[in-house]
T-cell receptor, first 114, second 117 residues
Framework: AQSVTQLDSQVPVFEEAPVELRCNYSSSVSVYLFWYVQYPNQGLQLLLKYLSGSTLVKGINGFEAEFNKSQTSFHLRKPSVHISDTAEYFCAVIRNTGGFKTIFGAGTRLFVKA | DTEVTQTPKHLVMGMTNKKSLKCEQHMGHRAMYWYKQKAKKPPELMFVYSYEKLSINESVPSRFSPECPNSSLLNLHLHALQPEDSALYLC????????????????FGQGTRLTVV
């Protein structure tokens, strides 16, 4: 079975400051990893994904994430946030052997202050 | 076209009503999903259809009835709902075989905000 832990339920940060949203996962099999963003009253939008290869992946809106297999982490970072980045961020995994179940973390609310 | 379209965007229904939520995609995906999302929580999987057949039912009450009429459409029929069923209902789609050669992620619609009164 897989599980995902997002270590911070809320992260307040000032505009133009850097931010890191933390994600740890547990799995007995290899997984693909994702970060999704959800703006208020919207669906989920994929920010980035790690499948294999380079451990640093770049996504949309200036976000990037680093896969660390030894620490089973997939932290999301942005060097300078904007007010418009205020949203809920979900880390998620699926087994890389297939399957339909995406396992989501509890979510982190990023609140960017002016 | 990388969109999953859900209708309606908002729905208010009484506990004795029957209504349906609709979802459509034209990405050639053969897996389609219904999720329920309560406020400040992650999405919870309800149903998965693979090649138009019900593949997963996560012990959802029978007042929710899914239907997949063809490879592009997914419906969720609602009957005799309770106020606690009020939530954002999300539809998603993906390739039925999720490997690096194909897209691995699920694409989500904007959701239907359901209120049961």
């Amino acid at each position: 079975a897989q599980s995902v832990t997002q270590l911070d339920s809320q992260v307040p940060v000032f505009e133009e400051a850097p931010v890191e949203l933390r994600c740890n996962y547990s799995s007995s099999v290899s997984v693909y990893l994702f970060w999704y963003v959800q703006y208020p009253n919207q669906g989920l939008q994929l920010l980035l994904k790690y499948l294999s290869g380079s451990t640093l992946v770049k996504g949309i809106n200036g976000f990037e994430a680093e896969f660390n297999k030894s620490q089973t982490s997939f932290h999301l970072r942005k060097p300078s946030v904007h007010i418009s980045d205020t949203a809920e961020y979900f880390c998620a995994v699926i087994r890389n052997t297939g399957g339909f179940k995406t396992i989501f973390g509890a979510g982190t609310r990023l609140f960017v202050k002016a | 076209d990388t969109e999953v379209t859900q209708t309606p965007k908002h729905l208010v229904m009484g506990m004795t009503n029957k209504k349906s939520l609709k979802c459509e995609q034209h990405m050639g995906h053969r897996a389609m999903y219904w999720y329920k999302q309560k406020a400040k929580k992650p999405p919870e999987l309800m149903f998965v259809y693979s090649y138009e057949k019900l593949s997963i039912n996560e012990s959802v009450p029978s007042r929710f009835s899914p239907e997949c009429p063809n490879s592009s459409l997914l419906n969720l029929h609602l009957h005799a709902l309770q106020p606690e069923d009020s939530a954002l209902y999300l539809c998603a789609s993906s390739h039925a075989v999720r490997t690096e050669r194909l897209n691995t992620e699920a694409f989500f619609g904007q959701g239907t905000r359901l209120t049961v009164v």
